[in-house]
T-cell receptor, first 115, second 114 residues
Framework: GENVEQHPSTLSVQEGDSAVIKCTYS??????FPWYKQELGKRPQLIID?????GEKKDQRIAVTLNKTAKHFSLHITETQPEDSAVYFC??????????????FGKGTKLSVIP | DTAVSQTPKYLVTQMGNDKSIKCEQN?????MYWYKQDSKKFLKIMFS???????INETVPNRFSPKSPDKAHLNLHINSLELGDSAVYFC?????????????FGAGTRLSVL
């Protein structure tokens, strides 16, 4: 099955600086890579995603890059703000057998933006 | 209207008890999931149902039994609760697990086993 590694586990940045979170995946057949943000005590929510036929996608201050050959993808947050503080999860969608697909999540990165 | 709703939000119970968590989605999605999030925040899938049929059952003790009366509901029943079952349980749903698998999560149920 799919295995997703995420680094770093914790990240502190000054407000206004950039933050980068990296993930690697093991299954070359995985073709969809979402990022979820989970604020303290809240549910995970999708913030951006990318498909394997695209190398980069941007949405305002958030961007995701994908390197299929190296099997890694990254989340970039520019001009960080205190409200960006949360746990971020990467995930990869892979085939789990018997016609079913599932998301495998990384272990999360706790991002703290210091005012 | 809440898209994916689960009840209760908090559940405190004694070891050995049996409890249920309910989940409903009003998004018209075909696939629903249960995840367990432990104290280290790791999100681990437990079950996945597509149109009331079980399609994923990870290595979860058989004390955990999902029930899907229809495609809008996926309930989780837990027998003989143990201390290690303490966690936040999230229900989620998605429309198209093949193409993308955008998952919408419920607010979570924080289970504390004493």
């Amino acid at each position: 099955g799919e295995n997703v590694e995420q680094h770093p586990s914790t990240l502190s940045v000054q407000e206004g600086d950039s933050a980068v979170i990296k993930c690697t995946y093991s299954d070359s057949a995985s073709n969809y890579f979402p990022w979820y943000k989970q604020e303290l005590g809240k549910r995970p929510q999708l913030i951006i995603d990318i498909r394997s036929n695209v190398g980069e996608k941007k949405d305002q201050r958030i961007a995701v890059t994908l390197n299929k050959t190296a099997k890694h993808f990254s989340l970039h947050i520019t001009e960080t703000q205190p409200e960006d503080s949360a746990v971020y999860f990467c995930a990869a969608k892979g085939y789990s057998g018997a016609g079913s697909y599932q998301l495998t999540f990384g272990k999360g990165t706790k991002l703290s933006v210091i005012p | 209207d809440t898209a994916v709703s689960q009840t209760p939000k908090y559940l405190v119970t004694q070891m050995g008890n049996d409890k249920s968590i309910k989940c409903e989605q009003n998004l018209g999605h075909d696939t629903m999931y249960w995840y367990k999030q432990d104290s280290k925040k790791f999100l681990k899938i437990m079950f996945s149902y597509n149109n009331k049929e079980l399609i994923i059952n990870e290595t979860v003790p058989n004390r955990f039994s999902p029930k899907s009366p229809d495609k809008a509901h996926l309930n989780l029943h837990i027998n003989s609760l143990e201390l290690g079952d303490s966690a936040v349980y999230f229900c989620a749903s998605s429309q198209d697990p093949v193409a993308k698998n955008i998952q919408y999560f419920g607010a979570g149920t924080r289970l504390s086993v004493l």
